[in-house]
């Protein structure tokens, strides 16, 4: 009878081999072939040259003559694009489509859009509240919902900047609610900062804190107060259906405190001098605290002009100034863009006219390009970059 101990051996060394090969059949190459990256990298170019704006994480794995194209898209033409792209860079291999496409499919039809419902929110560069400040919200303000992540969600505000917003912060719905809202009899708040009381009276609790350009509807149950009250408050109703009183003077028409169209030099600066002391704070946009950007783009909005959220994106804006060493061509309400060079713009203010120039660091404040100018600061002479103008010179 012959030894069935060759047999065993040979089966053993099959049993410990198979899994090897198998594996090695299905690892993941990390270097991707240079057509394929140029191919990926042209589709983000012309679909989504700027991360803070859009959605285009993709990754691509190599699994033998397979091609997996995993990560999130928020364009659906570049998905196409960048399908057909990875396909004809590598001919040969079978392309897999296993993108993600934003606003998440799986999220109900009431859970597509919000409406900011606290005065300020604080939206994050990833879901956690010790994560970095990004930006912040007013109330009112709506926002597409594109995921979202245990109490977190990942939004897209109306200038189209990408960041996580806490669910608490939120009045969530569907598009119907965003229509509602913006159909509604509406007032902005056009104080630095107020509250909205339980009853119309000063004395009574309060429900909310208010700052500057947060928005309400007027509501209805305004009719019950007393004859004496009635032409010093008014009802208002929160994005979340909460109601109370806040002073009628202390509100305009949503457009009188963000008018539609841009208006003249002089109210630039006006409203930029409304915000003098308001401290420094990184990821600020509201008037509890300004980063140089967002104080830009507040004191722009507010003057009837919307402008991107950081100074980089800003610096792609307007229209560009020759500018002369004594400044004299700057005049109120020209951008002046700081940085290490041109193509790395840190820090940005609103000109006054010539070398004086408001901007947000420390607090809001003002300092000059001259160095005969007791409020002169060497460093931002030595960084100024280039200016650019927004406002008509005419008005």
Known sequence: MPSLRPLARYLFLLLCFFPLAFVACKRIEK???PAVAAAVEKVKQRYCPDKRLCVFEVEVQIRGANLKLVGELSDA???RDLVQAVKAAMPDFKVEDELRFLPDETLP?????GLVRVSVANLRSRPGHAAELALQQLMGSSVVILKKEENWYYVQTEDRYL????????QVGDQRMIETWGAADLVAFKNMYGAIHSEPKAEAPV?????LGNIFRRHSEGNGIAPGAKNRWLAVAL?????????TESVKSVQEVFPNAPLSNGAVIAQAQRMLGIPYLWGGTSVLGFDCSGFTQTVFRLSGMRILRDASQQAREGAFLEVSDDFSELLPGDLLFFGENETRITHVAISLGGP??????DFVQINSLDENDADYVEY?????????RFFDATN
Do not use: C, M, N
């Open 163 to 170: 960041a996580w917003l806490p669910s608490g912060s939120l």
């Open 207 to 211: 429900i909310t804190a208010v700052v």
């Open 239 to 247: 994005p979340d259906a909460r109601h109370g009183y806040i002073e």
């Open 77 to 79: 033409a570049a998905r």
């Open 31 to 33: 270097d991707l072939p």
């Open 356 to 361: 004086r120039f408001i901007h947000a660091s």
């Open 380 to 388: 931002r002479r030595r960084t100024f970059q280039f200016a650019k």
């Open 109 to 113: 039809s009431d859970e597509r859009y």
